[in-house]
């Protein structure tokens, strides 16, 4: 699904690295944790995975792409099988639920009659059926992050990538937005969430990568945001 | 991307843009205008050109006993030099440049003179012998006057050798200059169409980069990114250049045909015929332009 080697990133401008040689190996329906302070490199990485972005050196593969070689013009038809979602929401201001959803099928060109059963299906599956023709302003911040999360998984991407979801929201409305990624995963879609809310870590037990300085420091399976083999906190700054 | 949502997408920014829609739509139909108006003026030239080439002739005048002793130091042509001027007429060299031409005698000349200055006094005073008797060429090419001039200026018993197209070549040139004017104002023009359609459809990019980031982030082809924005600039130009056509198209049929047709009968005019052969092309350069000029300008804001 996602194979990274020796991935080194270094932005225009900055001297430091905001990736250091980083590798992993993600498989098919794999939840993943991208833990680390912020500042670390989450970002940065989700960002190479996306292709918005390419590595200074070393080499990344996403679903069988070698995306550093991808000419620019397939970038959009190898994005289409990936679905993202920030903690800032990024839902259309002017247009409705049903609208906002709608638009990422829209936008590629998926025939009307998939947009008329996958929308009201995706809907439902986030429990805003009854919300559809609400305007974003007029919703809570839980409530657009699940229309965020119809948009990304209304096409049926092979990857769903989530950075930061729940930065915004309360540990309750957290806590529904986790058991929705849980059950996109269920369905077969790879999850790879950047994350510092450690509470959602330790409570769901999944493999946990680790970054510090734009450094794998960890990468476990099954793990808390603390390491439960060792009791060990991670070295990070901001706990 | 279905065209309709590209539609709907352009009417979007057409709708939140709409001052600067309408300064495009106002400038494109100014400087489109302005091309119509420089080509019907080079229409307006070939037309006299057709008309009046056909008819110029090339005069060739034989000296008279008024005629300045410079050119006829003896006086009246006689009958030889007429002869030796009609001879060279017909002779190989110069036969194949030319179409017809006929003698005029002094008498001829004389009534030619009386017919047009019949209600003036003028006449009464001026003998036939006064005016010229002259060759009256007509030129299977009427560029090619030259070779008539050089052939018989100077020559013995000719007093001046006058090609009638040189009085046209005054009224062409100025209207030449008018055509050459109106092109140039129509430069400028364009030039700010372009930058203003530039401009627009980067402040409209700009008010939508929400929708854009989304966009991409949802694997939109670049073409379906760019294309509701260059079709905001093309629709806006588009408006413009049928504004032009309509302007051009009415200013030949009230102003050129309705009023100087009617007031200056003895020349032929463009007509509705030239403004229906200019108009296409206004609409289909305007269109043109403005989808480069927009696709420039959204590809150079929008680096995917
Ligand atoms: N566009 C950018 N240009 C320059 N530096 C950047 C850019 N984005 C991130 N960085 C730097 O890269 C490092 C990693 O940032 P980021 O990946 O956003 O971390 P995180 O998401 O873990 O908070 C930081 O030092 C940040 O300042
Ligand atoms: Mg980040």
Same mark, same amino acid.
């Given at each position: ?239 | ?11 979007? +920014? ?142 013995? +018993? ?126 289909? +350069? ?19």
């Amino acid at each position: 699904m996602i194979t990274i080697q020796q991935a080194v990133k270094t932005y225009k401008g900055s001297d430091e690295p905001a990736l250091k040689s980083v590798s992993l190996q993600v498989e098919r329906g794999e939840f993943v944790f991208l833990v680390g302070a912020s500042g670390s490199g989450k970002s940065t990485l989700m960002r190479m995975v996306l292709r918005e972005d390419v590595p200074t050196t070393g080499s990344i593969h996403v679903l069988g792409e070698d995306l550093i070689n991808l000419a620019s013009r397939r970038v959009p038809i190898f994005r289409r099988r990936l679905g993202v979602v920030f903690q800032d929401f990024r839902l259309l201001p002017q247009k409705n639920v049903y609208e906002n959803v709608a638009y990422s099928s829209k936008v590629i060109g998926k025939p009307r009659a998939f947009i008329e059963t996958a929308v009201p299906d995706v809907l439902s599956l986030v429990g805003l059926s009854e919300k559809a023709k609400r305007m974003p302003s007029e919703l809570s911040g839980g409530e657009q992050q699940r229309v965020a999360l119809a948009r990304a998984i209304v096409n049926k991407p092979d990857i769903l990538l989530a950075d930061e979801p729940t930065g915004n929201l309360d540990p309750k409305t957290s806590g529904e937005i986790m058991d929705l990624l849980q059950r996109i995963n269920l369905g077969g879609t790879t999850v790879l969430m950047a994350t510092h809310d450690r509470g959602i870590v330790d409570r769901l037990q999944k493999r946990v990568i680790e970054l510090k300085n734009g450094e794998i420091v960890r990468d476990a399976a099954a793990a808390g945001y603390r390491d439960v083999n060792t009791g060990e906190l991670p070295k990070s700054e901001e706990f | 991307m279905k065209v309709l949502f590209a539609l709907s997408e352009s009417w979007a +920014g057409i709708r939140s843009n709409v001052s600067m829609v309408i300064s495009i739509i106002l400038v494109t139909f100014i400087s489109l205008s302005f091309v119509g108006i420089a080509a019907l003026l080079q229409l307006q030239i070939n037309e006299m050109k057709n008309y009046w080439y056909d008819r110029a002739q090339v005069a060739v005048y034989m000296c008279t006993d008024v005629s300045p002793a410079a050119a006829c130091p003896t006086g009246e042509a006689s009958e030889a030099e007429i002869a030796a001027v009609d001879a060279q007429l017909t002779s190989t060299v110069l036969a194949p440049y030319i179409d017809q031409y006929y003698f005029e005698t002094h008498e001829q000349a004389y009534e030619k003179f009386s017919e047009e200055f019949a209600d003036s006094t003028v006449a009464s005073y001026v003998t036939p012998e006064q005016l010229n008797e002259a060759f009256w060429v007509n030129l299977t090419n009427p560029e090619q006057s030259a070779i008539i001039t050089e052939s018989f200026s100077g020559a013995a +018993g000719v007093e001046q050798v006058r090609d009638q197209r040189g009085y046209l070549d005054s009224i062409f040139s100025f209207l030449n200059a008018g055509s050459i004017t109106a092109a140039a104002v129509a430069g400028v023009m364009l030039a700010s169409a372009l930058l203003l359609i530039s401009t627009t459809i980067r402040l409209s990019a700009f008010s939508r980069r929400r929708e854009i980031a989304i966009m991409r982030l949802v694997g939109a082809s670049n073409f379906s990114i760019r294309f509701p924005f260059v079709l905001e600039g093309v629709i806006a130009a588009t408006l413009g250049a049928v504004l032009s056509a309509i302007a051009v198209y009415a200013a030949v049929e009230l102003l050129v045909q309705d009023f100087l047709a009617v007031r200056l009968p003895f020349t032929s005019f463009v007509g509705a015929q030239q403004a229906l052969t200019v108009v296409p092309w206004l609409i289909l +350069g305007g269109v043109i332009l403005s989808a480069l000029a927009s696709s420039v300008a959204i590809r150079r804001y929008l680096k995917v």
